[in-house]
């Protein structure tokens, strides 16, 4: 991929449908990200200080959901690019949810640019 389709799909993000069969337009984002661009409003960082704290896991109780409900909605927001008009408190819990998993998950490793050579190149 060149820089200018990454940047156009950074931008547009990518199709993607949720549990509740509704398609999106949604783009990564994670907690770093907003993190870094100072999105995390106060009241949350306490929050998060203990979501860190107790480690990652993938799953998420319901006392954790109700907790950290206003931290999933300012990713799922973050995340969200389409359709226009589509609210972040209008997706059911379980659309919510996916989508801040999806956003926090590490989806492959760096894949290597050189090609794999077919045999060994001779010393010269």
Not at 38 to 64: E, F, W, Y
Not at 72 to 89: D, H, K, Q, R, S
């Amino acid at each position: 991929m060149n820089l200018e389709a990454w940047r156009k799909r950074q931008q547009e993000g990518e199709e993607a449908r949720l549990p509740s069969g509704l398609v999106v337009q949604v783009r990564r984002v994670s907690m770093l990200d907003l993190a870094e661009k100072g999105k995390i409003p106060a009241t949350l960082k306490p929050k998060i200080d203990a979501l860190l704290k107790a480690g990652q896991s993938t799953t998420v109780t319901v006392d954790q959901f109700v907790e950290f409900v206003g931290l999933i909605n300012l990713v799922c927001e973050a995340c969200l690019v389409g359709p226009v008009g589509l609210a972040v408190t209008e997706l059911p819990s379980q659309d919510s949810l996916a989508s801040f998993e999806w956003a926090n998950e590490v989806t492959t490793s760096l894949q290597p640019f050189r090609r794999e050579e077919a045999e060994p190149v001779g010393v010269g």
